[in-house]
């Protein structure tokens, strides 16, 4: 019988082989969970052989596991084309489902691509559940959901999949940005700062520019560097965000 905990132990032990075994027998059994860990072995070659188009099986087994974080695991393989052949409608329809079932790394990606109107490479390229939700990154960056795009061609299917939506990037910043701060908190703290973003630039919602900066004073709080920055630059103050608040509610009163 399945034993999740042994199955997690063996893997944080380094024991890929042994614990791909236990979480194709879970798998067999039905729990999705097994299966989301048998296919993030097989994502990753960890105890098996890397198989792409076996990962896509499991992963689509465990689609309905509440989170989002297999639908993302999913986009992530239509984006790239590995083991499957490369299709950025269904990228976008898994990434999509993702963000809506809560994933707050699809969230993130959703608000970006609607900035842009372009499916773009994440930062993000996979997730993890052993033994919890965890972010992979690559191992060579650009800043985080910076907004590069490289020069694709222009009738590349990546920009006619999805269309610059500044209302619908604003929702999901939005969305982001009200995770518990606990949960993966350098992209919750990215989050809160697109969403201050926002309110500054004026995108996809009204320019309240004391709002924003507000917002960003609580982003800069959450640990996002980014909004420390800008406030920095800005030379913005707790103090001055607080008068510029009262004088707001007062002239609103008046």
């Known amino acids: 019988m399945y034993e999740k905990l042994k199955a997690d132990v063996a893997f944080i032990d380094g024991d890929y082989t042994v614990a791909a075994d236990m979480y194709l027998e879970g798998a067999r059994e039905g729990d999705s969970l097994a299966a989301f ?3 993030h072995c097989l994502f990753y070659g960890y105890g ?3 198989d792409m188009a076996e990962a896509k099986s499991y992963f689509s087994f465990a689609a309905n596991l509440p989170g989002g974080e297999s639908h993302y695991n999913l986009a992530l393989i239509y984006l790239h084309g590995d083991g499957v052949r490369q299709n950025f409608r269904l990228a976008h329809k898994h990434m999509r489902i993702s963000a809506e079932m809560g994933c707050l790394e699809a969230q993130l990606y959703m608000g970006m691509a609607s900035t842009l109107g372009c499916m773009f490479e994440p930062d993000v390229i996979g997730i993890s559940m052993i033994p919890f939700h965890k972010p992979i990154y690559r191992d060579v960056t650009t800043p985080l ?3 590069y795009v490289p020069d694709f061609d222009e009738e590349d299917e990546r920009f ?3 269309k610059a939506d500044a209302r619908e990037a604003f929702l999901w910043f939005q969305a982001a940005a009200r995770h518990d701060p606990t949960y993966v908190e350098p992209l919750v703290a990215k989050g809160k700062y697109l969403y ?3 309110y500054i630039d004026g995108l996809g919602t ?4 004391v709002k924003g900066t507000r917002l960003m004073l609580v982003a800069g709080k959450s640990g996002s560097m980014e909004a420390v920055s800008y406030l920095k630059e800005s030379g913005v103050t707790p103090e001055m965000i607080l008068a510029a608040g009262k004088k707001k509610r007062d002239s609103e009163v008046l």
Request: aromatic share 10%; charged share 30%.
């Open 160 to 162: 006619a999949v999805i």
């Open 206 to 209: 009204e320019f309240d520019r």
């Open 37 to 39: 860990n048998y296919a």
């Open 145 to 147: 959901l910076s907004g």
């Open 196 to 198: 201050a973003k926002c």
């Open 48 to 50: 098996r052989e890397i």
